[in-house]
């Protein structure tokens, strides 16, 4: 059991990019490589997950980690990023919602300075910009008002 407790984080990453690359293989388009449909994002988001998890399954198996006790900040911190992002979307866009999901992300990594977290709220939200608004044309309402 106790070799078990480490595999949990990457079997669960596992499930849910099997969950999504299932869900999108078989109830979504996937398109083409020129014109990509509403199932391709969720295909390579899950397939990226599924290699994550394998890899953080092999790193456990070849060097196991010894269970830590959960940080109740950071988990408040990533459902507070993730909540965040989704009440802020349809408020005032994507990019908005992705720099305030940052910066509740970050807000709990100790030592972590606010001059840096803003740095790298908006360099994420620049990011999401570049590559999806304008690199992909995926119709995000960027900022709600412009």
């Known amino acids: 059991m106790r070799r078990l407790i480490p595999q ?3 079997l669960i990453m ?3 990019g099997l969950f999504f690359v299932l869900g999108a293989v078989t109830a979504l388009d ?6 990509m449909g ?4 969720p295909l390579l988001v899950g397939g990226l997950l599924c290699l994550l998890a ?10 196991p980690l010894a269970p830590d006790h959960p940080d109740p900040m950071a988990v408040l911190g990533v459902v507070g990023g993730v909540a965040a992002f989704a009440f802020f979307t349809p ?3 994507v990019l908005p919602a992705t720099a305030v999901a940052v910066l509740a992300t970050g807000s709990v990594i100790p030592g972590f ?3 840096y977290r803003i740095l790298l709220a908006l360099g994420v939200a620049l990011a999401v910009w570049l590559i999806f608004v304008l690199g992909l ?3 995000f309402i960027a900022i709600r008002g412009l």
């Open 30 to 35: 996937l398109g083409s490589f020129r014109r």
């Open 14 to 16: 596992l499930a849910a």
């Open 91 to 93: 408020l005032a866009g």
């Open 8 to 10: 949990i984080g990457p």
């Open 113 to 115: 300075r606010w001059r």
């Open 38 to 41: 509403p199932g391709a994002f």
């Open 54 to 63: 394998l890899i953080g399954l092999v790193q456990n198996l070849r060097q």
């Open 137 to 139: 044309g995926i119709p």
